[in-house]
């Protein structure tokens, strides 16, 4: 993960002025007011689906408990789960190689709603067919970071073959 990091973190993303109206509702959360870009982070996996100040405090304190405090709740997401899941069965056969693994996850909307507002609100503040702000760009983030990754994987196959990449 380091290793992809230190690979990516300087690759410019899609900023379009939708996404930059809907950050600017996040007053008081300067994370929330940057624009895109790659970092670092943990994913909280459920199949459960969630949204709101509230179940985002939840998600915050299960990522620090879960993590012994080292964790930084960043994102949240359910296919992962599934994923994560068949490529475990598949490990157990000998299949795969899951310390091979890198989840490149982007993130499409908050999963909170923005001060002021309330968790209903938020949710469908964003609709299919009008268009969500980030949707289209986090599809586009996902396959650049991803291709680049893959292509210096591909590229230096020879070394990464029997090695797992390192920072």
Not at 65 to 91: H, I, K, P, R
Not at 146 to 157: D, P, R, T
Request: glycine content about 8%; hydrophobic content about 35%; aromatic content about 10%.
């Amino acid at each position: 993960m380091e290793w992809a990091y230190q690979l990516t973190k300087h690759i410019p993303l899609a900023h379009r002025e939708a996404m930059q109206k809907r950050r600017a509702l996040y007053t008081g959360y300067p994370k929330a007011q940057r624009p895109p870009l790659v970092m670092k982070g943990d994913n909280l996996l459920s199949m459960t689906y969630w949204h709101g100040k509230i179940l985002n405090q939840w998600a915050n304190d299960w990522v620090k408990y879960y993590s012994e405090g080292a964790g930084n709740y960043v994102t949240t997401a359910m296919e992962d789960t599934g994923t994560m899941q068949a490529l475990t069965f598949l490990a157990r056969a000998k299949r795969v190689d899951v310390q091979r693994v890198l989840v490149v996850r982007t993130a499409s909307n908050f999963e909170m709603q923005w001060p002021g507002g309330d968790a209903a609100e938020s949710l469908s503040g964003e609709k299919l067919g009008s268009g969500y702000s980030a949707y289209l760009p986090s599809l586009e983030a996902a396959h650049r970071i991803g291709s680049f990754v893959v292509h210096e994987l591909v590229k230096n196959s020879p070394r990464y073959e029997n090695e797992i990449p390192k920072k």
